[in-house]
């Protein structure tokens, strides 16, 4: 988990250079069918096909898929984040068509009763993913296709969820001038029963 110091200071984008990094420059592509035309021909890329199989055979949901490699467009300043939502759609279904053709099953992971169980299956196939990338790494199959399966990866990481926080029992701390609640007894214990009669006057 990132330490909170590695977070960004309050007003540090304002100090930075301007448009130094890719979605701070104009978009490559303005037009929405450009943009799906780059998608579909991306993803068709012989180097790209062979590691977004792969992916599609650990069981990685198409809507988290299709996801990731628009936002990684967007972050690349291919495209602005309005077509993207235009472009989404459109490399989801491409991306069904790769599955559907190649055999592979799959699922959408785009539903709310599914969102449980694809949390769950998502920690399992990020470790699968991990380890795909690993051993693919440094060799002459070290290409944009395993980028793509690096990209995938790294979107799963947002499925770290924050662990929910468990209340501790903790001791009241006494007031200033207060003694601590173990020497707090109470005064009709320490004191003597008081004794009535005859026997009881001095």
């Known amino acids: 988990m990132a330490s909170v ?27 929405p069918e450009e943009a799906i035309d ?40 291919i495209h602005s984040v309005d077509v993207g939502l235009i472009v989404l759609p459109v490399v989801q279904e491409e991306l069904k068509a790769i599955a559907e053709d190649s055999g ?23 470790a699968l993913v991990l380890e795909r990338i690993k051993k693919l790494e440094g060799t002459k199959e070290d290409d944009e296709g395993v980028d793509l399966m690096r990209d995938v990866a790294s979107g799963l990481g947002g499925m770290e969820d924050e662990m929910p926080m ?20 109470p005064q009709m214990e320490q004191e003597a029963p008081v004794r009535s009669g005859l026997m009881a006057r001095g």
């Open 104 to 126: 592979i099953p799959f699922k959408m992971g785009d539903g709310d009763d599914e969102e449980t169980k694809q949390r769950q299956r998502e920690e399992e196939v990020k």
């Open 166 to 185: 468990m209340e501790e029992e903790t001791e009241a701390m006494p007031m200033e001038g207060e003694a601590p609640m173990e020497e707090q007894q």
């Open 38 to 77: 780059f998608h579909i021909n991306h993803l068709n890329k012989t180097n790209v096909m062979d590691n977004l199989l792969q992916v599609l055979q650990l069981g990685v949901p198409l809507a988290p898929l299709a996801k990731t490699i628009v936002t990684k467009a967007q972050m690349d300043g």
């Open 5 to 31: 110091f590695d977070a960004p200071i309050p007003g540090q984008s304002l100090t930075d250079e301007p448009r130094n990094h890719p979605w701070e420059r104009p978009p490559e592509i303005s037009d």
